[in-house]
Every structure is written in C-alpha cells, then in structure tokens.
C-alpha cells in the first residue's frame, strides 16, 4: 500500500455498487457522468481501504442519495486515474511523494481532501509466542541468529521473510542486503494469501517472520510483536536501493480530482469530513475479512452502531 516508505497489500476484491473493476484495464462508465448525481471511489486492495470506501459508499447512497461506482486500482495508477478525472476520490493514500507533487503542486488536478484519521505503520512482525520463547529475537541485530528457524522450501538454506505480492513496492529487498541478513524474501501473493499462512503458522506454533502493517484486523486474531529495525529518521528511505531504516509512522490521507473537490456538491464535502479512527476501521474491516459479511452489510452495521461519528460528515 506503499511508495518507497510504503507498500501495497492485496486481499478481497471489493464487489459493490457496479462492481470492481481493474482501473488499468479500463475506467468506470460513471466517472465523469453529466449530470449524473454519482461517484466514483477508487478502491485499494487491502481490507482496511476497503473498509473506509464501504462505509462511505454506504453513507453516500442512503443519506445522500448518489449513486456509488468502485473500482480496483493499484496504487500508482490510481493517481494517474484522479488526476484524469476517470475516478472522483482515493480515500486512503500511504504516502506517494512524487506523485503529490506532480499532480498536487505541480498540475493541481488533484486537491489534498485532509486526513482520514488512521495512522500507518509498515514493519517487521514475529508472533508473540515466539517472542516469549526467544526474547532477544525482537531485535533486528539477533534475526541471523534465528534464521534457521524461519526456512521454508522457498527460502533455501535462508531464513524466510513473508512478504505480499511482489507487485507491492517495499523496501524488504533493500533491508536484508544493507543489514546483510541471511533471509530471503517470499511473496505469499496478496494480502488474503499472507493471512492464510500466518493463520496456519499460528495454529501449529510455528515461527514466522513477516512484514506487516497496522491497522490490521489480523493482530486481533494473531498477536504479533514488531521486530525493532534502526530508528527511522527524516530522508533515511531517500535513496530505495539504500535503505537501512525502519519505516515511518504515516497519518493516512485522502485526495480529490480536483474538479470533482470544486464542484462535487454534498458528496465533495462529506468526503473531505470523513474522518474516523483506527478503531472504527479495524470494527469493519474484521467484518468483512474475518466474519465474512458482505461490505454493505459490514457498513450498514457499523452506521447503525455508530450515529454520533457519521452524522458529523454529514453536517
């Protein structure tokens, strides 16, 4: 779900309003519609994002009464899509630098919509029951010593660092070369296959070492512990192929194609007052991951449950 400092995590594939649809493929037939009271939400793959758009779909069809498209896009291109208008809004953006200013300060097709109110963290997690059997194994200078314990067949004669899709940009490759650690980096494939695994891990006790984010529903479920990386530091992931530094904590934003922010009426502005906690995220996001509900139904519950928060974006 990230640039340089960030990575992407795929999962479920979010099937509402006219359905999702891959943006590099092709663009919704409502972005743009004149006259047409709708919107179209970019959708990332990662439950958490999808969490906020179900919720805000939600609330944008029954209290507002617009008509709601969604569809699936990969980070970057998603940009590309705000800034031609091809979709109205991305609700949950993990940092992309280059192209803020590109399409932010430079061209000014897209407009900052403010905070979503959840901070990000990407890092590097071991289970705790792990942890209490090894304490030390929490410090990134002790994993070599721990590395024969996370070998799998993938990994060789290597210790094994879980990673996503091998489409999401992450500084993992970078660390284990500049911390010259003996591990290799395996993609499970998205963010639902990584779960998976680190389900089964935790079913038979096994050790794992994975990178992970928060929110996540997961830690619910899974108790991990964060590996201590070197301490972040202002322009340390400046240079990707030379990154030795942990990630960074990120507060979560959003972003409007620039016309649909100035003439996107009620929908425009409940969206840029949609702001809510990792709490509330993390409530929907086990609703739908974890206990399967549909996003409607995971939203629907959530809104009833939840009147003093929504009615706020409303105002």
């Known amino acids: ?5 960030t990575a992407a995590v795929a999962s479920l594939v979010l099937l509402t309003g006219c359905g999702a649809a891959d943006m590099t493929k092709q663009a919704s037939p409502f972005a743009n519609a004149q006259g047409a009271k709708t ?21 944008l069809e029954h209290r507002l009464g617009y008509r709601v498209d969604t569809v699936q896009v990969d980070e970057v291109p998603a940009w590309d899509a705000l800034s031609q208008g ?17 399409y932010v300060d430079d061209k000014k097709t ?3 919509a403010g905070g979503l109110g959840v901070t990000g963290h990407i890092g590097w997690y071991v289970p705790t029951y792990l942890v209490r059997q090894h304490p030390d194994i929490t410090n990134w200078k002790n994993l070599d010593k721990y590395a024969s314990l996370f070998r799998t067949a993938e990994s060789g004669d290597k210790g094994q660092l879980m ?34 695994q680190m389900k089964q891990f ?5 050790p794992f070492l994975t990178y992970w984010y928060a929110p996540q529903w997961l830690f619910e479920k899974v108790p991990m ?14 240079d990707a192929a030379k990154v030795a530094c942990a990630y960074p904590r990120t507060p979560l934003q959003k972003y409007l194609n620039t016309d649909f922010a100035e003439k996107g009426g009620e929908a425009a502005a409940f969206l840029k007052k949609f ?12 609703m739908i991951a974890d206990q399967k509900l549909s996003p409607a139904d995971a939203a629907k519950k959530w809104v009833d449950n939840h009147p003093a928060t929504w009615k706020a974006w409303l105002s």
């Open 1 to 5: 779900m990230r640039v340089r400092t």
């Open 39 to 59: 919107v179209t939400l970019s959708v990332q793959s990662w439950v958490g994002a999808q969490a906020n758009v179900a919720v805000a779909q939600y609330l």
């Open 86 to 102: 091809r979709v109205d809004a991305i609700l949950e953006d993990w940092g992309h630098p280059d192209q803020e200013r590109r």
């Open 110 to 112: 897209i407009t900052r």
């Open 163 to 196: 990673d996503g899709s091998p489409s999401y940009v992450t500084n993992d490759k970078a660390l284990v070369t500049n911390l010259k650690l003996n591990y290799q980096v395996v993609f499970a494939g998205s963010e639902a296959a990584q779960i998976t």
């Open 202 to 206: 935790a079913k038979e006790k096994k």
């Open 225 to 238: 512990t964060e590996v201590e990386l070197p301490a972040y530091k202002e322009g340390c992931d400046a």
């Open 275 to 286: 702001r809510w906690t990792t709490e509330d995220q993390n409530e929907v996001s086990l």
